[in-house]
């Protein structure tokens, strides 16, 4: 799909569309690569934040233009069970988890201790490392 090495986790675009300074660069350079990973979960997670203005709805509609959406097939959700089993995770960081360890991306995400006990995951912070391209 793409040749970006990192999967967008939802905080990350919200944190960007409030104009957070460590995220607007993050993007902004991913962006200009030609594209952002992210799971379909992150897209409905993202879309159906319940803080969106009809106008802010509109620009994250639009954001989400540039991104690569890896869709949910059967390697991601059987990745995602054993996950959710083996560390009683919540579905959806058990989906998003499931989908950049499968695609051998890192996963990019403010949220660190809901992902640090999954073998074979690298987690960048963007807020703690800058270089994180």
Sequence with gaps: MSTNEHLIDTNILIYHTKGSQHTIAFITDLINK????ISILTKIEFLGWDKHTPDGYEK?????ESAVIYPLDDA????????KKK?????????IAATAILNN????????????????LEVINPFEHNEAL
Excluded: Q
């Design 76 to 83: 991601i959700a059987d990745k995602a069970i054993e996950l």
């Design 60 to 64: 994250c509609k639009r954001l989400l």
């Design 105 to 120: 991306l890192k996963l990019s995400t403010r949220n660190v201790d809901d992902f640090k006990m999954i073998d074979r």
């Design 34 to 37: 030609h594209a952002f990973n």
């Design 87 to 95: 560390l009683n995770i919540k579905l959806a960081d058990a989906v």
